[in-house]
């Protein structure tokens, strides 16, 4: 068994879609980033990456890399669990907590962990998924982006 966190914050602006754990979730502002700054996936990726032994996000998909531009992040999800699996790790569970002030993400909640699961090879009720505000404070509660935290628990 192995484990790996991972985390991540993006800064919400005007003009982009909003999208987290897969889905496109209504809302007047969207993250900015190189791919699509799905920031709990992005959470996910690393804890996977991180569990495995084998460095981060930015190494694998490097956000100066034209290929990775406006990429749906469920995309570098299932090259992350490629990288992972092909060594001969499977998922044990995942556990991920996303920091929003806004908009109400559980609606959202059975969508994104099937969205996950489905990629991870597992099923939904490993994949556990929470949302909560930072009460009004800091950068995350004045609404200026949205943090993402994992935890992922590797068999292999
Ligand atoms: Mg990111």
């Known amino acids: 068994m192995r ?3 991972g985390y991540d914050v ?10 987290l754990g897969g889905v496109t979730i ?3 502002k969207g993250l900015l980033g190189h ?3 799905d920031v709990l996936v992005h959470s996910v990726c690393d804890a996977l990456l991180g569990a495995a032994g084998l ?3 930015g190494l694998h998909f490097p956000d100066t890399d034209p290929e990775f531009k406006d990429i749906y992040s469920m995309k570098l999800l299932a090259m992350t669990y490629k990288l992972v699996s092909e060594r001969g790790f499977s998922i044990v569970n995942a556990d991920a907590t996303v920091f929003a002030e806004a908009p109400k993400l559980f609606p959202y909640r059975e969508e994104m962990r099937k969205n996950i699961a ?3 090879e597992t099923g939904a009720e490993r994949i556990n998924i929470k949302a909560t505000t930072t009460e009004g404070l800091g950068m995350i509660g004045k609404g200026e ?3 993402a935290m994992s935890v992922v628990l590797i068999d292999g």
Do not use: M, Y
């Open 55 to 57: 460095g981060d996000i």
């Open 3 to 5: 484990i790996g966190t």
């Open 26 to 28: 209504p809302f007047e």
């Open 35 to 37: 791919s699509d700054a």
């Open 145 to 147: 982006g949205i943090g």
């Open 10 to 19: 993006h800064r919400l602006v005007s003009g982009r879609k909003l999208v």
């Open 118 to 120: 489905d990629i991870l």
